[in-house]
């Protein structure tokens, strides 16, 4: 077995260009899921009917199957539906096959992470005393602004580690979304390394990279927490 | 002039307001006593809505609102009219000194940010924590996060201030400077109505002492007159264990 750092170094190259793809679907989940998950605890916390039994359901089920399996599942469904209702509209459904499948790959990743994150935020709000409620509540905030000055911001601070932890879960859960067609760092080390039969070398390179880019991840939830947390 | 009338409560079927009558006039500073478990505290968190009483009405100024029929601007009046020192502080943990008396003067009262910020730096030098303005609660004492919380009640230049045993929560030598600042408020015109156990704090600063028992007042009037001569057998009662323990010694 011989390791050739020159096609280490070409690898690199051709890898690295999946970084964007990587970084988006990372960004975009994440960005995404945190309105959608912090109002999903809300509803969970505060027992809304049939939003709470509904996202027990959801939360049950995403946790007990493998995101693996929802890329196929999703990516044989959406499609076909998508294009039956687009055809429905009147509109031209043929187009959902020139989709990029990092939509798809968005969808699955968020369907997943929000369960996570769902849950990161629920510990975070039942966390917080009560007598902050009755502090705000006693001096005329109503409710929403309570939550928006004085929960909200306490909320994220206490959720931030667990947030920390369900971001960089996204970036190992991205390296999986190659097997619709993504692609990103993962697909394009695969790719390389299948046209010289160089496996080893490729593979090298896509575990530095994850790893520079989770320790960017960590870097900036450290920040934020320092930033945050004094108090 | 604040007013509560007929106001009963009960938790699970069980009653712990039987029906309890209490007028603060403008100015006056009024003291709830009693032994715990007497209701002093749910009557004060039910003159401002954080226990929603069952039945009877409360006023504040000209406002007057039957708990029953209460709905959410009623409750937001009442409370806007309206100030709470709690026993465990309640400051907000993620504001400083500055932004927890702020806050509550931006959010919901809708005063500009920088005049905001001068009445709340009154506030904390009136209470002698102005060099404390940027430190947040965990970073204060005892001592200090209750004087955060008294600055916060003065700010707002409330009707009038509910305070619910300001003092129980801290150690011995901090409660006096707490009771000699509630007490310069007093001189200075504050209404206030105050859970305490303080009984020579109430001897000295109330106008009007409240005993209360079982979810009733029993007994009310001038300090000197509950303190001396108390009516009723239930207030000795109550009495004797302080009197014998007011100046304790080892």
């Known amino acids: 077995m011989n390791f050739s750092l020159g096609f280490a170094l070409t690898a690199m190259v051709e890898s690295l260009k999946g970084v964007p793809v990587t970084l988006f679907l990372i960004v975009a989940t994440f960005g995404l899921a945190l309105p959608i998950s912090f109002s999903m605890a809300l509803a969970r916390v505060y027992k809304i009917f049939p939003l709470d039994p509904l996202i027990r359901l959801y939360v049950s089920f995403v946790r007990g199957t493998p995101m693996l399996a929802h890329l196929f599942f999703f990516y044989n469904l959406l499609p076909m539906v998508i294009r039956k209702a687009m055809f429905g509209l009147g509109l031209n459904g043929n187009l959902v096959y020139d989709l990029n499948p990092v939509w798809l790959a968005l969808f699955v990743l968020l ?14 709000i039942l966390s917080i005393q009560k007598d902050q409620f009755e502090g705000a509540y006693a001096f005329g ?12 911001p306490q909320a994220m601070s206490t959720a931030l580690p667990a947030l920390s932890n369900s971001a960089i ?5 991205t390296s999986v979304v190659f097997v619709i067609g993504v692609r990103d760092v993962t697909a394009n080390a695969k790719q390389v390394a299948a046209t010289s039969y160089r496996y080893l070398e490729a593979y090298v390179d896509i575990l ?8 960017l991840i960590t870097r900036i939830f450290q920040l934020a927490e320092s930033r945050i947390r004094r108090r | 002039m604040f007013e509560m009338r007929g106001i009963k409560k009960s938790f699970n079927g069980n009653r712990v307001l039987n029906g309890v009558d209490v007028t603060v006039d403008k100015g006056e500073v009024v003291a709830i006593i009693g032994a715990s478990g007497s209701g002093k505290t749910t009557l004060l968190r039910c003159a401002n809505f954080l226990e929603r009483a069952d039945e009877g009405n409360v006023r504040v100024g000209d406002k007057w609102v039957d708990v029953k029929k209460a709905n959410k601007k009623d409750i937001l009046d009442i409370r806007r009219m309206t100030a709470f020192v709690f026993q465990n502080y309640s400051l907000f943990s993620n504001k400083t000194a500055l932004g927890n008396v702020s806050e509550c003067l931006t959010t919901p009262r809708k005063v500009p940010r920088d005049e905001a ?5 009154e506030a904390l030098t009136r209470v002698g924590i102005a060099d404390k303005a940027d430190d947040y609660p965990s970073e204060l004492s005892g001592g200090q996060q209750q004087r955060v919380g008294i600055a916060r009640a003065i700010a707002v230049s409330p009707d009038i201030i509910f305070l619910d045993e300001p003092t129980s929560a801290l150690d011995p030598e901090l409660i006096g400077e707490i009771l000699l600042l509630l007490k310069d408020l007093a001189l200075a015109g504050a209404t206030m109505l105050i859970v305490t156990h303080e009984i020579r704090f109430a001897m000295e600063v109330a106008n009007q002492v409240l005993f209360m028992d079982e979810g009733l007042v029993v007994e009310s009037g001038p300090p000197r007159e509950i303190f001396r001569f108390p009516k ?19």
């Open chain 1, 141 to 152: 905030f109503t409710k929403a602004q309570a939550y928006r000055r004085i929960i909200i």
């Open chain 2, 117 to 121: 910020r001068r009445i709340a730096m």
């Open chain 1, 208 to 215: 530095i990279i994850y790893l520079v880019i989770c320790f």
């Open chain 1, 169 to 173: 879960g996204i970036l190992k859960s």
């Open chain 2, 232 to 250: 009723e057998e239930r207030t000795r009662a109550f009495l004797r264990r302080f009197t014998s323990d007011f100046d304790y010694q080892i």
């Open chain 1, 111 to 124: 369907l997943n992470y929000l369960t996570f994150m769902s849950e990161n935020f629920r510990a975070a």
